[in-house]
Nanobody, 120 residues
Framework: VHLVESGGGLVQAGDSLRLSCAAS????????MGWYRQAPGKQRELVAS???????NYADSVKGRFTISRDKAKKTTYLQMNSLKPEDTAVYYC???????????????WGQGTQVTVSS
């Protein structure tokens, strides 16, 4: 299974971006998905998560500005980011707990990351 992020870029403060995370491979089921970010010199932190049932959770720093969603048919998870701030600048990674049929186990996968830069 592979997770591929897209949608990052350079924007100004107050702008919006939508990140996408597409899962590909054969014979798998996505359980929970999350978006993490890592700024230079800082630890990777959870930004938002969504369960298979659609329950969402957000870091306090992004509540009311970011929205996580998923399209199960497209096996894609999104992060809509509004009212972006310079402190949102980081590499954003998607993460998934995914069940694979070949070994009947759940595994944790990471995407390669996408850079988001917000200028003031």
């Amino acid at each position: 299974v592979h997770l591929v992020e897209s949608g990052g870029g350079l924007v100004q403060a107050g702008d919006s971006l939508r990140l996408s995370c597409a899962a590909s491979g054969s014979s798998f089921t996505i359980f929970d998905m999350g978006w993490y970010r890592q700024a230079p010199g800082k630890q990777r932190e959870l930004v938002a998560s969504i369960t298979s049932g659609g329950t969402t959770n957000y870091a306090d720093s992004v509540k009311g500005r970011f929205t996580i969603s998923r399209d199960k048919a497209k096996k894609t998870t999104y992060l809509q980011m509004n009212s972006l701030k310079p402190e949102d600048t980081a590499v954003y990674y998607c993460n998934g707990n995914i069940y694979t049929d070949y070994d009947m186990r759940a595994h944790n996968y990471w995407g390669q990351g996408t850079q988001v830069t917000v200028s003031s």
